[in-house]
Nanobody
């Protein structure tokens, strides 16, 4: 089992920044690829970013490229999502997730085995 706990969400004005954190426990953290997803009520949970177990590979959905950065600190068992130039359309509950495919974590939610409880991000215009 892997336990994941997100933090860092909140209310921010458009153009502002937030950094989300996700602390993991329970298994060897570097054995897991990590992803961030987001969801608004009534819509499907969508992929935002993913990073490989070593941190050497990362990828993003097109709408956040150049604004969001995913990173991880395996010594601290934590993955981060730095979000800059936030837009109202980034408003959502953000979830971190762990995929046992450490080298190539997925971009679909069904590929992830473990999930956090989510943290709300609200961007005002």
């Amino acid at each position: 089992q892997v336990q994941l706990v997100e933090s860092g969400g909140g209310l921010v004005q458009a153009g502002g920044s937030l950094r989300l954190s996700c602390a993991a426990s329970g298994r060897t953290f570097s054995n897991y690829g990590m992803g961030w997803f987001r969801q608004v009520p009534g819509k499907e949970r969508e992929f935002v970013a993913a990073i490989s177990g070593s941190g050497g590979r990362s990828y993003y959905r097109d709408s956040v490229k150049g604004r969001f950065t995913i990173s991880r600190d395996n010594a601290k068992n934590t993955v981060y999502l730095q979000m800059n130039s936030l837009k109202p359309e980034d408003t959502a509950a953000y979830y971190c997730a762990a995929d046992d495919m450490a080298l190539f974590p997925g971009t679909r939610r069904e590929m992830y085995e473990y999930w956090g409880q989510g943290t709300q991000v609200t961007v005002s215009s």
